[in-house]
């Protein structure tokens, strides 16, 4: 239970809310590089934070970033022509370039003054494991971008599907650290099998577990959190333990167990109060497929399963094309896709969930975890302190999500440190 006060702290982005003051003290992947991958191409409307923005490939593929509304009457670039190096918006011709200065104002005299007096505000960038990163706090703050541990170097083989959901930030983050559900929402995709590990192949995910009930433990660390799960295995459930131990890497970015073919890791980026920009992603092993493969696994295929503005096509309003003759046939929730099951829970609570109303038991330990760690990070930014994650001593190279059947005397936490050391 949170008080009202807290969930406040916690779920609202907007403006100058303190969670809005610490994201922004960190690089915040902004979009997908495919979406702006043309040079003079369709400029796209970035929406962050409760802020709006343009993105742009200009002519020679140097990337923009700029605040969406001319400062000439505030009509929007986005409709501009990108063209020539610049972007010009449509109303009276001025245009502007990937570095926000004014190199052309077709409605002024010849040689005015102004072009050198008006400069619209650009935003440093970086492109990284399939993700446009911006800087959106003040530049003189600004740190060395540093990879996320889901794209330690660029050769890293990276796929994402992405949703627009109509849900707060703070219940999406809930649902990819809730390792709890996953044996209840997910116990037709993620199916127990006498297998070694979790493994994966293109029908499903396997776990070497039928425990449906597991017991959780928690640690704070410099950079967020981690949490196990434990469960009784299939195998040897007198001797030993099935671990999933989730990593919680403030403020975006979630790594969740991986598989025999690919590591797994959520992305998750505040659009406004109520709406989240969701990134589910596959990376850094043996077999990562391919991005369409991947889409297509989750059901999350543009034109197919989202808009072209990643809208989900399963809302409230079709009950999320939910089929009771599957359930009644052995399906358990009669939705396809491991996102858009969860999506259907997260949309059903509410555009922003009022935690104060909510019963939780011994299964959501990360949950509360979370909910204080970020609530007490947002009051210490309101308070003047740093960011939390600003100051980690832990490379992000070297944070992975961890899985696997061990002796019941092993402690979780030395499977972590020791794996952090051999890195």
Same mark, same amino acid.
């Given at each position: 239970?949170?008080?009202?006060?807290?969930?406040?702290?916690?779920?609202?982005?907007? $403006?100058?809310?303190? /969670?809005?003051?610490?994201?922004?003290?960190?690089?915040?992947?902004?979009?997908?590089?495919?979406?702006?991958?043309?040079?003079?191409?369709?400029?796209?409307?970035?929406?962050?934070? %409760?802020?709006?923005?343009?993105?742009?490939?200009?002519?020679?593929?140097?990337? $923009?970033?700029?605040?969406?509304?001319?400062?000439?009457?505030?009509?929007?670039?986005?409709?501009?022509?990108?063209?020539?190096? %610049?972007?010009?918006?449509?109303?009276? %011709?001025?245009?502007?370039?990937?570095?926000?200065?004014?190199?052309? /104002?077709?409605?002024?005299?010849?040689?005015?003054?102004?072009?050198?007096?008006?400069?619209?505000?650009?935003?440093?960038?970086?492109?990284?494991?399939?993700?446009?990163?911006?800087?959106?706090?003040?530049?003189?703050? /600004?740190?060395?971008?540093?990879?996320?541990?889901?794209?330690?170097?660029?050769?890293?083989?990276?796929?994402?599907?992405?949703?627009?959901?109509?849900?707060?930030?703070?219940?999406?983050?809930?649902?990819?650290?809730?390792?709890?559900?996953?044996?209840?929402?997910?116990?037709?995709?993620?199916?127990?099998?006498?297998?070694?590990?979790?493994?994966?192949?293109?029908?499903?995910?396997?776990?070497?577990?039928?425990?449906?009930?597991?017991?959780?433990?928690?640690?704070?660390?410099?950079?967020?959190?981690?949490?196990?799960?434990?469960?009784?295995?299939?195998?040897?459930?007198?001797?030993?333990?099935?671990?999933?131990?989730?990593?919680?890497?403030?403020?975006?970015?979630?790594? *969740?167990?991986?598989?025999?073919?690919?590591?797994?890791?959520?992305?998750?980026?505040? *659009?406004?109060?109520?709406?989240?920009?969701?990134?589910?992603?596959?990376?850094?092993?043996?077999?990562?497929?391919?991005?369409?493969?991947?889409?297509?696994?989750?059901?999350?295929?543009? $034109?197919?399963?989202?808009?072209?503005?990643?809208?989900?096509?399963?809302?409230?309003?079709?009950?999320?094309?939910?089929?009771?003759?599957?359930?009644?046939?052995?399906?358990?929730?009669?939705?396809?896709?491991?996102?858009?099951?969860?999506?259907?829970?997260?949309?059903?609570?509410?555009?922003?969930?009022?935690?104060?109303?909510?019963?939780?038991?011994?299964?959501?330990?990360? *949950?509360?975890?979370?909910?204080?760690?970020?609530?007490?990070?947002?009051?210490?930014?309101?308070?003047?302190?740093?960011?939390?994650?600003?100051?980690?001593?832990?490379?992000?190279?070297?944070?992975?999500?961890?899985? $696997?059947?061990?002796?019941?005397?092993?402690?979780?936490?030395?499977?972590?440190?020791?794996?952090?050391?051999?890195?």
């Amino acid at each position: 239970m949170l008080s009202p006060e807290d969930n406040d702290l916690l779920t609202k982005v907007e $403006g100058n809310a303190p /969670m809005a003051q610490l994201m922004r003290q960190h690089w915040t992947p902004v979009c997908l590089i495919e979406e702006v991958a043309e040079p003079d191409g369709k400029p796209l409307r970035v929406e962050v934070l %409760g802020e709006k923005y343009v993105a742009f490939r200009d002519t020679e593929g140097r990337l $923009g970033l700029l605040d969406e509304l001319c400062p000439h009457r505030k009509a929007s670039l986005v409709y501009g022509r990108n063209e020539e190096c %610049g972007l010009r918006c449509l109303y009276h %011709g001025w245009k502007f370039d990937v570095e926000g200065n004014t190199v052309a /104002m077709s409605s002024e005299p010849e040689g005015s003054p102004l072009m050198n007096k008006v400069k619209q505000r650009a935003y440093p960038t970086r492109e990284w494991g399939g993700f446009v990163w911006a800087w959106l706090g003040d530049k003189a703050d /600004m740190p060395e971008f540093q990879p996320p541990a889901f794209a330690p170097t660029a050769e890293t083989p990276v796929s994402i599907l992405k949703i627009r959901i109509p849900a707060n930030w703070a219940q999406v983050h809930e649902g990819q650290i809730d390792s709890a559900h996953s044996s209840s929402l997910h116990s037709s995709n993620m199916v127990p099998a006498r297998v070694e590990g979790a493994a994966a192949d293109d029908k499903s995910w396997y776990r070497p577990s039928t425990d449906k009930s597991p017991r959780m433990q928690t640690e704070t660390t410099d950079y967020g959190f981690h949490y196990v799960a434990i469960r009784k295995p299939i195998k040897n459930s007198a001797t030993h333990n099935y671990l999933r131990i989730t990593e919680f890497v403030a403020p975006y970015y979630s790594l *969740i167990p991986p598989n025999n073919n690919y590591k797994v890791a959520s992305v998750i980026v505040p *659009i406004n109060d109520e709406e989240t920009a969701f990134h589910f992603i596959a990376f850094g092993g043996p077999n990562v497929p391919a991005t369409d493969v991947w889409r297509k696994f989750a059901h999350a295929e543009p $034109g197919v399963d989202v808009d072209d503005k990643w809208r989900c096509l399963r809302t409230l309003e079709n009950d999320f094309k939910q089929d009771r003759q599957r359930m009644k046939d052995g399906h358990f929730t009669g939705i396809d896709g491991i996102p858009n099951e969860d999506i259907a829970m997260w949309v059903s609570m509410g555009a922003r969930v009022q935690r104060h109303t909510d019963i939780l038991g011994a299964s959501d330990l990360a *949950i509360v975890e979370f909910r204080r760690l970020m609530a007490d990070a947002a009051k210490e930014v309101a308070e003047g302190g740093a960011a939390i994650g600003t100051r980690s001593k832990v490379p992000q190279a070297l944070i992975a999500s961890h899985e $696997g059947v061990y002796p019941k005397e092993t402690d979780w936490r030395t499977l972590v440190a020791a794996r952090q050391a051999a890195e």
